[in-house]
């Protein structure tokens, strides 16, 4: 009786003894570094693009429409680093103030198509037989027409504005990616935990909302960091069409479009900068995504996409000969 609580008392020193299992967001940023640079060089990317963006007002030396009467097309200088356009306004500022609607933009319209993707994704995945046959032959409609072609429309319709592109693009965009979240989850339903949760006669919305979605979320993340640039390069292609956001806001897009190009020749500084920043914040993003991808896919190689999975069992200790010592327990880690 003795040997056996002393056999307990030291399995239960070794469970303390046993390092805490670190977060998954810890984890992530761990591998990020580690394993991912150009994904760490893009994360990095884009965290300065959103603290750019929340912190415009602070770092723009001027306002985003203010004139300079005597500064028309100035190259950069002391005074203006980045130049002037043909009204005499501050490029930099408006570079930064631009970096404020991309974000929104970005954000709001990755937010909305994950939405969207999720909700049809889901449940022509779960329900299937033909509710999904209907469901992916709209789906396949919807995408033989190109994603420029149906926004210029609906623009056309709906008029220019932020909220406009939000809402068009998130919907236009999150129809096509449902897809991706209907594939995760046709192959998650054939599992044999959600089998024996149908089994035991689980509701349907439980068996959603603690089985499928929460084993769904590494693609679910995937999709939404890279929705994000896609919204951001969709919103400065629609405004350098004239459809987007309207002057005088500082779209990235619109900067290059009209008087852009009208004086791409004499005053290259006007279109060369937002370009840049357009390039590169894409640039950051997609690096980021595809790291992502790489750390949360739950098919590939140490992936950590399998939320709310046990890893696995710690051996119980053993003698030396082998044998499991009496009284103790496999410890679940």
């Known amino acids: 009786m003795i040997q056996k609580e002393e056999s307990m008392g030291r399995v239960h020193e070794e469970a303390l003894a046993e390092p805490k299992r670190r977060s998954l967001l810890i984890e992530v940023l761990v591998r990020l570094v580690k394993e991912k640079p150009l994904g760490t060089v893009g994360g990095a990317l884009v965290l300065v693009f959103f603290l750019v963006g929340i912190l415009?007002?602070?770092?723009?030396?001027?306002?985003?429409?203010?004139?300079?009467?005597?500064?028309?097309?100035?190259?950069?200088?002391?005074?203006?680093?980045?130049?002037?356009?043909?009204?005499?306004?501050?490029?930099?500022?408006?570079?930064?103030?631009?970096?404020?609607?991309?974000?929104i933009v970005g954000l709001a319209g990755a937010c909305l198509q994950v939405v969207i993707a999720v909700i049809m994704g889901t449940l022509s995945g779960f329900i299937g037989g033909r509710f999904d046959l209907i469901m992916q032959r709209v789906v396949d409609g919807w995408m033989c027409f190109p994603w420029l072609f149906l926004v210029l429309t609906i623009m056309a319709i709906l008029g220019p504005g932020m909220f406009q592109v939000i809402l068009v693009l998130g919907f236009v965009w999150g129809i096509g990616s449902s897809r991706v979240v209907r594939g995760a989850v046709i192959a998650i339903k054939e599992n044999m935990y959600v089998e024996v949760a149908v089994a035991v006669g689980s509701p349907t919305w439980k068996i959603l909302f603690r089985h499928i979605l929460p084993n769904t979320m590494a693609p679910i993340i995937i999709l939404f960091t890279t929705g994000v640039g896609g919204m951001i390069l969709g919103e400065a292609s629609i405004s350098f069409l004239g459809y987007g956001i309207p002057p005088p806001a500082p779209s990235w897009g619109g900067m290059l479009s009209g008087v852009g190009r009208y004086y791409m020749t004499l005053a290259p500084w006007m279109i060369v900068w937002p370009g840049l920043a357009l390039a590169i914040v894409v640039y950051g993003i997609n690096m980021l995504g595809d790291a992502l991808r790489d750390i949360l896919d739950p098919k590939l190689r140490g992936g950590l996409g399998r939320y709310g999975v046990t890893r696995g069992r710690k051996k119980p200790p053993t003698d030396k000969k082998g044998h499991e010592k009496p009284g103790t327990k496999a410890l679940v880690i």
């Open 56 to 103: 415009a007002d602070y770092l723009a030396p001027y306002g985003y429409n203010e004139f300079n009467a005597r500064a028309f097309l100035k190259p950069p200088s002391g005074q203006f680093i980045l130049g002037t356009d043909n009204v005499g306004r501050d490029i930099l500022s408006r570079v930064i103030f631009g970096a404020r609607i991309s974000m």
